[in-house]
């Protein structure tokens, strides 16, 4: 009964709670000797929907997350932050309305979410505050959007600054252009008040971003994604010049196992001088980049050349697996390596000897025991490449992972 709590429940009042624990650690931080550590995160969720009319609703969530036995590197948020209120929007209109209005603090969520996402692997997931309306017909769906992220602070309410960063957007989807495959076209301008220019002056960063993504079946059991962007703009007296493109394709090889090969390429650029007045390094805005460009999570859609071949089958009823090899390369040797949420990793000052970064093998496996429970795990190891070992001590990396999920009062 516990896990059927909505079936009793009137039916304007609807609730699900969520309890994630993950075991994780790293060798290599930094890829350094002596920097590893394992640790526990902890995230707790409890949400409440209340829809007294069909088309309109209020949904709350809270939100817990903790980390136990962490003793290297940060502790804070992404990884800790107390009870506080991770979601609170009302909703007009329903999934299937002409128009719908969802306003307050909510998620975004648009394509693979290589540029905005939720960022839900982390223990302190994204959100934002704003509006955003979606209008539905027969051949076009578009989604627009006024909003600023949500910053998380560890013993304090999570709070936006509007007057500080803006994200607005118009994303759209349609499927009759190309058949059998959907063409999702996109625009985002973002926002960013003080930021350092390449001259050392504080400016606005006011930037566009313009692209599209297309995801499709081709005969023969193959299907495609690809996504490319392009941005313009100014931060101060810079200017903003730069591109990524995403190109993937998959071939079915056996229907009933679900059994896939992957080869993919990824680009972003970078900036071939940090002090010419022109930033070339793409800006990955807000995704959720975890396993997007290798599960250890240290290589993020910036500057970047990466190749992957991997594959995924069922190898049992509920049970997924899948694996990968990742190389990768910088776009410009004057520019850094930058991670999964687009932090710097590593710079060689006046640029690097090489630009070949590294290697890396994953493999993961997904168990689904029921509509409540889930268990996953993965392994990631790095091996350092002719840059790593330049601008770093070149240590090896690696990081496993075992996680549990348990959907409580719903079904899933």
Known sequence: MPNRLNDVLPEWLRVRGEFRERFEGFDGLGFAPNRDDTYWLTRFRFDATVRPHPLFGVTVQGQDARVGDKHVGPTGPPFRDQFDLRLAHADIGSAKSTVALRAGRQELVFGDQRLIGHLGWVN????????RVTLRGTKLTADAFALSVVTVADHAFN???FDTSQL???????????????????????VARDLVSERGTLGDLQQVTLGARWVGALPAALDYNIEMAAQTGS???DDVRAWAGHWQMRRTLHARRALRAIGEYNFASGDS????????????LYPTGHDKYGLSDQVGWKNLHHLRAGGEVLARKALVVNGSYHSWWLADRRDALYNAGGVPV????GGAA??????EVDAQAVFTLSPQVQVAGGYSYVFPGAFLKQATPGERYSAPYVMVTYVFLAER
């Open 159 to 161: 709070k936006s600054a």
């Open 124 to 131: 302190t997931p994204r959100s934002f505050d704003g509006a």
């Open 354 to 359: 090489s630009n070949h970064v590294g290697q």
């Open 273 to 284: 001088n940090p002090a010419d007045g022109t930033r070339g390094t793409f800006d990955q």
């Open 235 to 237: 931060l101060g007296p």
């Open 346 to 349: 590593a710079r060689v000052p």
């Open 168 to 190: 607005y957007g118009l994303y759209t989807s349609t499927s009759a252009l190309v058949p059998r495959s959907t063409l999702e076209p996109f625009v985002f301008y973002r």
